[in-house]
């Protein structure tokens, strides 16, 4: 509180007003209502206007709710209808702690008063932390009315939320609360001056006493009606995969194949120098210049032939020359190598099979002139690949270990993924013969087996569960013993039946809004180690099963096997033509990124994006990252999209 006042915020919620502010009716309105009937304790710290869209309500609540700086109250005006764009209540939901269904039964009661249409409002009210929110109508009268039939039982309540001392508060009774609060004794005469002895419609439980539960085997009567997670933007989600993946595990690993797609846990030194020895690299003759300098041009007697093989090489004497291949190694004592094409034959041994005299035809040879010192490419002990980096199958790395002689490496270990598809609904893709009424053919597991396995994670194919309670948790269970990840889609919520935790289990983006990310504490019977798995639940449709693949379960195989930056590449591309925006939630469209001979990347669109509609992948190797906005993104706009796979060459 500053002062002695409770400090309230007003967040209009009205699309044509947050594109032009003069249109708002609602805001002064309340702020009239604070000022006239608020008994002078009351300033209105904060207004704000934002569209009809859940991220941007959340934030301005959370703003004013979260940290020292706590309002005392926020009420919101609009969006609480039954209308497509109305999401109040979906937006302000999740973000209350304690629910006052008290205060939405009277708030309906006052308007329901005046018209019987007040029962097509869908209030919310509760505290967050320590402040109290309220969600009116968006006309001016109604949101007025609603404001008018509570706002002065609202001290109260925002001083106990705030942490006072209820005792205190308390002192004295419900008759002294009346009287500070200005109010008759009667609850109808409270909440409406013509509400005439109605006390509107009651509640006779409290919602802590009410029966919820995601348990599958509580049955669906008893299951949540509307989704208890909050929903959070993709980044939000992607955060909370990064804090809740288990850290990497670093293993000792053979320098082989095997180690392709691994990343390095700690820098790599050579063993060994490279070349290991002094080598030429030029056909021609090793030569020794003499104590005193300069090596004289003249005619030589050959003593010995160096080839490229490993074995021991007689030490060269004063005046002598060495015939020398590329790559062999200098005899002992020799100081440069001059090349065949500055020499001539003299004479050949008897048998004439050997040069036995070769002529040097320059004194101009220095010494060192075409030797590879040893260690000129790679010193014993220096750093050749560096922590962090990765062993391609395409970037030479294998074959820089190889030739320092590195046997085994550091690495983080690989996480190994599993795919389990639930319902008895799902049919095994390839079963032979028609589908029986309401069977679907399971199109989602091989298709992610051959996603994870194409990002380079062994994938273990956990077959179909069946939606019973029991046969599901066993699968898993057994399935925790030899996988890291599990994903299984179409399935119900997991928490429970494993006792683990779910960090989100809603994300606003199209598609891919019901995707659940949760972690589940697994001990190791070998080791008796405690260890956590991790588990996501996509969304059963085949292109939102892809989708959040991408965007959620492969940032977290890349965290958990120490890969950065985590997730898919990042491009900017040019539209070939307009894109629709969804009006709420962050789209990811499925594209062809095609390279065009101008250099530039253009984002083709496969057709309908129909979540359910596989096809849409077809050819697809990108996934265009759309703004929830209005209306549309014209042809030539620039977007990013993130590359799954190779891109297109077009000319
Ligand atoms: C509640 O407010 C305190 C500070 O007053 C803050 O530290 C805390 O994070 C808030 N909690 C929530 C859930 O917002
Ligand atoms: C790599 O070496 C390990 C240990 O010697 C062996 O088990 C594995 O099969 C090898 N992998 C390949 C691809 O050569």
Redesign the pocket.
Known sequence: MSGNKLRAAILIISETASQDLSTDKCGPILQDVFRDDGGDQWEVAETKIVPDSILDIQSAIKQWSDGEDALNLIVTSGGTGFAVKDQTPEAVSPLIEKHAPGLVHGMLAASLAVTPFALMSRPIAGVRNKTLILTLPGSPKGAKENLQSVLKLLPHACVQAAGADSRAIHVGGVKKLEEDAGVPSGAASVIGSKTEGHAGPKAHTKPEDRPQSNDPSAGPTRRHRTSPYPMLSVDEAVKLIEQHTPPPQTIL???????IGHILAADVHAAESVPAFRASIVDGYAIKHPQSGKFEKGTYPVALVSHAQAGEVQPLQDGQIARITTGAPLPPGATAVVMVEDTVLVAKTADRAEEKDVEILTDAVRPGENVREVGSDVQAGDVILRKGEGITAHGGELGLLASVGTAEVLVYRRPVVGVLSTGDEIVPHDRPGALRLGEVRDTNRPTLLTAARNAGFRAVDLGIASDKPGTLETTLRTALSTVDLIITTGGPTLERSLGGTIHFGRVSMKPGKPTTFATVPFKDPGTGRRETRVVFSLPGNPASAVVTFHLFVLPSLHYAAGVRPVGLPRVMVTLEAEVRLDAVRPEYHRVVVVARGDGRLYARSTGMQRSSRIGSFRGANGLLCLPAGEGTLGKGKKVEALLMGQVVGEV
């Open positions: 690993a053979p320098v082989n194949e095997s180690l």
